[in-house]
């Protein structure tokens, strides 16, 4: 049995899973859907399309699902859709998608700090984390165990590579390639994540290609394709390096240096 609130409004077209709680003054509208064991603080609202996976936690003011900022929304039920595990802290917002059928994706395992933002048709990976006032303008792609950090903003389109870590109070205009760390505005890659790459048990061979790849990219006064090139001649073949290579490869906005 879900244990709600006499203060929240529930509407009967939600769909509430076994164990749920739903705090004072929460809103869930029609659609929604509440995975079983999750928990809404007070004062929280989930509206549209929305899936909320199994053992969420959401805190005061957060708001989910409520309809894109994106001015090229012509109508349509467009949702978002949510994984399990997921923290999401005081007065963050997830925005709904712009086109009819399309989401906004923030996978399991994510933390939403106080005050971060995921606009239209973004894809959060898993385990990622957006820190206290992390924006994400819309069609953002922030890859598995990825950091942004405080009061940073990331230009739409733009990907975040998995294991990267972004400094707070950057301004991400550009793809920011997966193991590395950049900070500043503008914003600089300034070495690989070596400490986010040992927690999450990256080998020290690949840990050692990683840093030179980077050399290679960062400091060589080569061109992309000449840096790749590089690479695979130095026989740089860890998964890692190929991830890279792979997410170099087919960048669209360019890398940010």
């Given at each position: 049995m879900s244990d709600i609130?006499?203060?929240?409004?529930?509407?009967?077209?939600?769909?509430?899973?076994?164990?749920?709680?739903?705090?004072?003054?929460?809103?869930?509208?029609?659609?929604?859907r509440i995975g079983s064991?999750?928990?809404?603080?007070?004062?929280?609202?989930?509206?549209g399309d929305t899936?909320?996976?199994?053992?969420?936690?959401?805190?005061?003011?957060?708001?989910?699902?409520?309809?894109?900022?994106?001015?090229?929304?012509?109508?349509?039920?467009?949702?978002?859709?949510?994984?399990?595990?997921?923290?999401?802290?005081?007065?963050?917002?997830?925005?709904a998608g712009t086109q009819e059928g399309s989401y906004t994706r923030v996978g399991s395992d994510c933390l939403l700090m106080a005050y971060s933002h995921v606009a239209h048709n973004c894809e959060v990976g898993d385990h990622a984390m957006l820190v206290n006032a992390a924006t994400?303008?819309?069609?953002?792609?922030?890859?598995?165990?990825?950091?942004?950090g405080a009061l940073t903003g990331v230009h739409q389109f733009t990907r975040i590579g998995t294991m990267a870590f972004i400094g707070g109070c950057s301004r991400v205009v550009q793809d920011i390639p997966p193991y590395m760390i950049a900070v500043g505005n503008p914003i600089e890659v300034r070495g690989t994540n070596s400490v986010g790459l040992?927690?999450?048990?990256?080998?020290?061979e690949a840990r050692r290609e990683l840093r030179q790849a980077y050399r290679l990219l960062y400091r060589g006064n080569l061109g992309t394709s000449a840096a790749?090139?590089?690479?695979?001649?130095?026989?740089?073949?860890?998964?890692?390096v190929q991830r890279l290579i792979q997410f170099v490869e087919s960048s669209a906005r360019g890398l940010a240096k």
């Open positions: 609130h006499p203060t929240a409004v529930v509407d009967p077209g939600a769909e509430i899973g076994d164990g749920v709680r739903i705090g004072p003054y929460c809103i869930v509208g029609d659609g929604v064991g999750s928990s809404l603080h007070s004062h929280v609202v989930i509206d899936w909320l996976g199994a053992d969420c936690v959401v805190y005061p003011f957060a708001c989910l699902g409520t309809r894109t900022q994106d001015k090229k929304y012509t109508g349509g039920q467009p949702g978002v859709r949510i994984g399990e595990r997921v923290t999401i802290r005081e007065y963050a917002t997830v925005n994400l303008a819309g069609e953002v792609v922030v890859e598995p165990y990825a950091t942004v040992e927690r999450r048990g990256v080998s020290p790749i090139e590089k690479m695979r001649a130095k026989n740089l073949v860890s998964p890692e």
